[in-house]
């Protein structure tokens, strides 16, 4: 994020995040103090930073043309983490899959999350949750550990092949497709 002071009877600087394409206009003299616009290209800024009159490019580019950030909005946070798992497809139980409205089959899949890292560079483990009819019955009832999780990348730091599907691990072969014989799906 860098912020550049701006010579203008209006505007005072701008602040510009690359990452999350956030323009911030805070103004010298207008009815609030700074206005953040949503998903701003980066050349569109760099425009604005070489524009004649900083008002009217203010006025007739960014004003109209780009969405004000609004307090839900910054409530949601960019990815601080990718969380990457490894699931044991195996240990599921079948029983407790269930087909959502729209046909798909599901199974509800819990993270127990640890900030710190164990011994072996995991914060958590993943459980298959138990339906609530059973665990109403028997709450004594566990889920499978089904895998653990580990916290890979930040938000700065994210590169392609830290993020979901990404390929990881070995494709199977067609010798190797009777392990998957006797999955539970």
Sequence with gaps: MQTYPIESSLIKELV?????????VRFKKYYV??????????????????ADSYGRFYLKLIKP????????????????????????????????????KNGDVYADLTILYHEEKDQYGCNGMIVQDVPSKIYKQEPSI?????????????????????LPGAESGELVTD?????????PF
């Design 142 to 162: 566990k889920g499978p550990i089904l895998g653990n999780c580990a916290t890979k990348v930040k938000k700065t730091e994210i590169d392609q092949e830290a």
């Design 16 to 24: 510009y995040d690359a990452i999350t394409k956030e323009l911030t």
């Design 175 to 183: 010798q190797d497709s009777q392990a998957f014989d006797d999955l």
């Design 65 to 100: 043309r780009f969405k004000e950030k609004t307090d839900d909005m910054a409530e949601k946070k960019a990815i601080d983490k990718v969380i990457q798992m490894k699931v044991k497809v195996n240990l599921l139980k079948k029983e407790w899959f269930f087909i959502g």
């Design 33 to 50: 103090d700074e206005i953040t616009y949503v998903d701003v290209p980066k050349d569109k800024f760099t425009d604005f930073l070489f």
